[in-house]
Each structure stands twice: as structure tokens, then as C-alpha cells.
């Protein structure tokens, strides 16, 4: 997490042939993540639910949390 600026950048370690990066605007402190397209963080696997977690920024920690995925949601740091 790139605290202290106004954006955060994750990127996707398993995208072939080119990596995905996501860029949040911190201005905002909850993000969707999923298969959908109204999520902020799109990820096109079968696996994963159309809102699979959410993404949260409070007092410069980050936070993940599942909403219910079948599968659930593994963090890998």
C-alpha cells in the first residue's frame, strides 16, 4: 500500500501475458472486488464472485473482506 499519497497500486501477480495493475484513488476508503463489471477491482476468473470482497482503507491500514464468496478470499502478501 503506497500510504501517505492520494492513490494506492496493486497488481495482479498471476495475469498472463501482460501483468494487470490497479490503481484506487484514496479519496475514497471502500472498494469492490469481483467478476463484475461494476466492481473497482475486476478479476476474470470463474472462481471468483461477481462481488467476491471489499477492499478497505481506514487509519492507513488496509483491510480485506469477504462477502460471503463461495470460495472465500485468500490473502497473499
Same mark, same amino acid.
Given at each position: 500500500? %503506497? ?10 501477480? %498471476?495475469?498472463?501475458?501482460?501483468? +494487470?495493475? @490497479? +490503481? $484506487?484513488?484514496? #479519496?475514497?476508503?471502500? $472498494?469492490? =472486488? !469481483? #467478476? ?11 472462481? =471468483?464472485?461477481?462481488? @467476491?470482497?471489499?477492499?478497505? =482503507?481506514?487509519? %492507513?491500514?488496509? $483491510? =480485506?473482506?469477504? %462477502? !460471503?464468496?463461495? $470460495? !472465500?478470499?485468500? +490473502?497473499?502478501?
Amino acid at each position: 500500500m %503506497n500510504c501517505g499519497k492520494d492513490y494506492m497500486i496493486l497488481e495482479s501477480i %498471476n495475469s498472463m501475458p501482460a501483468k +494487470v495493475v @490497479h +490503481v $484506487f484513488d484514496l #479519496r475514497f476508503s471502500e $472498494f469492490k =472486488v !469481483g #467478476r463484475s463489471v461494476d466492481t473497482d477491482m475486476k478479476i476474470a476468473d470463474i472462481s =471468483v464472485s461477481r462481488t @467476491h470482497s471489499f477492499l478497505k =482503507v481506514r487509519d %492507513n491500514k488496509l $483491510f =480485506v473482506e469477504d %462477502n !460471503g464468496s463461495k $470460495f !472465500g478470499t485468500l +490473502v497473499k502478501i
